[in-house]
Structure formats: C-alpha cells, structure tokens
C-alpha cells in the first residue's frame, strides 16, 4: 500500500473520531442530566427531612404513649378510692385521708390529661405535615424515574450511533500501517483529538498557520509529512 493512500484513509478515519467524540460529548451534556441532578438532589433533600420529621414523631408518640398509659393507671386508681369513699364504713379518719387521696389522684388525672392533650397538639399536625411530605416524596420519586427512563433512552440511541460509527472506524483502520496508528492516536491525545490535516492553499488544517514554500518542502521529508508548527499529520 501506498503511503499516500494511507494519509486520506486517516483524514476519513479522523472525521469518523471527532463524530464519536461529539457523541461522547452529547452523551455527557445532555440537558435532561442538569434536570436529573436537579430533581434528585432535590428528592434527597425531602428525604432527609422526612428521616429528621419520623424520628421527631416516633419520639413524641412514645411520649404519648407513655402519658396515656399514666393517665389510665391514674383512672384506675381514682376509681378505686372513690368506690371506695362512696362504699362507707371507714371512720372519720379514714374517710378524711379516703377523700385527700381523691382530691390529690383528680388533681395527677387533670395534669397528665392536659400533658395527653399537649403532646397530641403536637403529634397531630406533625404526622399531616409527615403525610404531605410522603405524597411529594412519592412525586418526586416518579419524576425521578422519569428522567431515568428519559436519560436511557437518550443514551441508548448515543450508544447505537457510537457503535455504527466504531464499525466504520475499524474497517477504515484496516488498511492504515500500525506505526502511522500509533503516531495518529498519540496526536490526537495531544492535539485535541485533531492529529492529522490537509495542506489547503499553503495554510495546515490542523493548526491554520501557512507554510511557506521552502516550510512545505521541509515538511514534504517528513515521513509522514509534518507541519512544522504544530507537528499534525500533514497531508499534501
Ligand atoms: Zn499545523
């Protein structure tokens, strides 16, 4: 094979690079992920605060709990002395020591039955806000997914691009020498992803610098040809 053959054969394959460098570009600036990064970020925000928010509730409905439990031992007791009281039968004594403990157990029951009613005030509201929070997790969640869905799809298209475009890369690849590839991608690694341009009018299309008639000569003994400012591939 000719090596001039070869030099087009890198042009064509180098076209076929920068689409599947776009590609990869496309890939990654897609404007549904500024959007997915968003919602999401957003979603572990609400998430949060609904962690914080439960562990608040659990918290105060133990309270609450607790206090009921309090309030029906209280009950219980009050009951049990006023059967007591209303039964008879004890001395004077007995029964002035009978209706204190009464007093004293009405004035527990009336402490703790506010307290009850204290800590509902605020579980209540707290277990509604939690619902409405749930309900815009849940949203948030699907629009989530969504975009997910969305970002697949985009993606698996770019993919499908990527791999026609990979399949036409390997058959131009073919003929091309090994040494010429192995310089080509070390350009392209350095250059930008641009190794190789056409001398059009005297001016290198890597670089867009002009090469004087002797700058071209010189170039011309390369093998390959190189422009002499900024070292590209040059084809003649
Ligand atoms: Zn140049």
Redesign the pocket.
Known sequence: MTLDGGLADLLDLQDVDLAIDRLLHQRQTLPVLAEYQNQSGERDRLAAVIAEKRGELRGLELDLDKAEGELDILETKLKESETRLFAGGMNARETEQKRLEVQALRGQQATMESRVLELIEVVDPLRSDLEKLEEELASRNERVGLLENEISMAWAEIDAQIARREATKNELAQPIPPDLMILYEQLRRSKEGVAV?RLVNGT?G????ALSIPEQQEASEWEPPR??????I?VL
């Open positions: 341009g290198c890597g670089c867009h610098l422009c002499l400012h900024c070292m590209r040059l």
